[in-house]
């Protein structure tokens, strides 16, 4: 909730420090957690991974597009929605630093772990020789190939990297009456409705509100691309 905003604002970036105010208890979010994020190596800025000009047009359409019961919330212009670049300080900013940062180590891992390549224990050598071992044909029929392995654990790190900066997060005017809820649950359904089917479809921060396709390298298709790419801010 964002108090004397009169419109709706989906946050694009956080920052990871300047949190000198303190809260009511009188800690600050540098205690909490600008030096916990320098110290795991978290960039000054986080983005979102979504494409915000897609996402934006998407939004709007869906509020212009959506039927109003007669009786409930006013006829008249959609509800003001857009993009921000400033959560403020200091909670909100710090709370989204927060989740971004954590999609962030997450796809750090998982890029360190890619790094290192598979895994290999050292086998002792067993003290009484090794019987002959057969497979049954029934056993045999239900394992997948080795090939379908690899290519099924390609597509699940596909999935994981896609994570990095997948986090939302919506500021609503402070009021409060029935319309105003009423309002505001309608704004936050088309906002959910337009991250998801944007992001489903390809669509990626700095792709310009065009989806960011890349050829798949286990069989030469083409398909949405996993992750962020560019570093462009839209406002």
């Known amino acids: 909730m964002a108090g004397g905003r009169r419109h709706y604002a989906l946050e694009t970036l956080a920052h990871r420090d300047g949190y000198t105010i303190k809260d009511v208890d ?3 979010g540098i205690d909490v ?4 994020w320098q110290a795991e190596c978290c960039p000054p800025i986080l983005e979102v991974g979504w494409d915000g ?3 934006l047009g998407r939004w709007r359409r ?5 039927s109003i019961s007669p009786g409930s919330v006013k006829q008249g212009p959609p509800p003001d929605v857009r993009l921000s670049g400033d959560a403020g300080r200091f909670l909100c ?3 989204f630093y927060e989740s971004l940062s954590l999609r962030w180590k997450e796809d750090r891992e998982g890029q360190e772990l890619q790094s290192q390549g598979p895994l290999h224990d ?13 497979r049954s044909p029934a056993l045999e029929s239900l394992t997948p190939p080795s090939s379908e392995i690899s290519r099924v654990r390609s597509h699940a790190d596909d ?8 986090v939302a997060f919506l500021h609503v005017p402070g009021d409060t009456d029935a319309l105003a809820i009423e309002r505001g649950v309608r704004v936050t359904i088309a906002a ?5 089917s944007s992001w489903e479809e390809g669509y990626r921060r700095g792709g310009g509100g065009k989806p960011v396709r890349l050829p798949s390298p286990s069989d030469g298709d083409t398909r949405s691309r996993r992750g962020m790419v560019g570093v462009e801010f839209m406002s």
């Open 26 to 28: 009188g800690v600050d």
């Open 33 to 36: 957690g600008s030096r916990r």
């Open 53 to 55: 000009v897609d996402v």
């Open 62 to 66: 869906e509020l212009k597009n959506a």
């Open 93 to 95: 900013d710090f709370i």
């Open 122 to 134: 050292e086998v002792q050598q067993p003290l009484l020789p090794s019987l002959p071992l057969t």
């Open 159 to 166: 999935d994981d990297n896609s994570k990095l900066g997948k």
């Open 192 to 196: 959910i409705r337009a991250l998801v």
